[in-house]
C-alpha cells in the first residue's frame, strides 16, 4: 500500500524562523510531489510542486526533494502567523494523488 | 493559476432529501476530477475519482448507489448525496486535474449539515 508519511505536529516556530516540514513516501516509483496548505475550514491550496531532485524556490517557501531517501520537505522563510495552517505532503506514483495526513503549524507571533 | 469552483458552498437540509453539488474546472479542462470529503480535525478523505464519460470509480467503503458522480463534460462534475442522513454531514471538496498535467486543483468546498 502507497503511503505518505507526515508527523502530524503541532510543529510551533516563532514568527520570524524557519519552519521545516517533512514527508516520506513508500512509492520509489512517484514521479511528482506537491505541498498544499489548508487553513481550518477552508480547501487545500496548492503551494508547489517538485518534480526533480534538489531544490526549488518560490519567494519564501522552498521544496526539497530526495528520490533516494524517498523524502520531501518544504521550508518556510521568515514565518508569518499568517502561515499558521496544515500543510499537507502529496506524491503521485503512477496515477493517483496520495495525501499524507498533514502536519500542523503554529506561527507564534 | 487553474480555478476550481464548487456549488452551492453551504447547504443545509432534511435528513431524506437528496442534496447535489456542481464542481467546475473555470479555465482549464479537467479529464479528471475527484471528490474528497472532510471531518473536522480529520484528513481528507477521496471518495471517488471521476473521469469524464465514463463511470466514476469509488474506494472502498462508499457506496456508489448513495453518492453519485456524473462527469457530464470536460469541465463539470456532480455529485448527489442522495437519501441524505445526519451522518453524511461533512466537508465535500472537489479537485479537479488537468488534461495534460499531475497538478490537482481544489475547489472552495461545500459544507453540508443534514438536520
Known amino acids: 500500500q502507497k503511503e505518505v508519511e507526515q508527523n502530524s505536529g503541532p510543529l510551533s516556530v516563532p514568527e520570524g524562523a524557519i519552519a521545516s516540514l517533512n514527508c516520506t513516501y513508500s512509492d520509489r516509483g512517484s514521479q511528482s510531489f506537491f505541498w498544499y496548505r489548508q487553513y481550518s475550514g477552508k480547501s487545500p491550496e496548492l503551494i508547489m510542486f517538485?518534480?526533480?531532485?534538489g531544490d526549488k524556490e518560490d519567494g519564501r517557501f522552498t521544496a526539497q526533494l530526495n528520490k533516494a531517501s524517498q523524502y520531501v520537505s518544504l521550508l518556510i522563510r521568515d514565518s508569518q502567523p499568517s502561515d499558521s495552517a496544515t500543510y499537507l505532503c502529496a506524491v503521485i506514483g503512477s496515477y493517483q494523488l496520495t495525501f499524507g495526513k498533514g502536519t500542523k503549524l503554529s506561527v507564534i507571533p | 493559476g487553474a480555478v476550481v469552483s464548487q456549488h452551492p458552498s453551504r447547504v443545509i437540509c432534511k435528513s431524506g432529501t437528496s442534496v447535489k453539488i456542481e464542481c467546475r474546472s473555470l479555465d482549464f479542462q479537467a479529464t479528471t476530477m475527484f471528490w474528497y470529503r472532510q471531518f473536522p480535525k480529520k484528513s481528507l478523505m477521496l471518495m471517488a475519482t471521476s473521469n469524464e464519460g465514463s463511470k466514476a470509480t469509488y474506494e472502498q467503503g462508499v457506496e456508489k448507489d448513495k453518492f453519485l458522480i456524473n462527469h457530464a463534460s470536460l469541465t463539470l462534475s456532480t455529485l448527489t448525496v442522495t437519501s441524505a442522513h445526519p451522518e453524511d454531514s461533512s466537508f465535500y471538496i472537489c479537485?479537479?486535474?488537468?488534461?495534460?498535467?499531475?497538478?490537482?486543483?481544489f475547489g472552495p468546498g461545500t459544507r453540508l449539515l443534514v438536520l
Open positions: 517538485i518534480y526533480s531532485n
Open positions: 479537485s479537479a486535474r488537468e488534461a495534460r498535467g499531475q497538478t490537482q486543483y
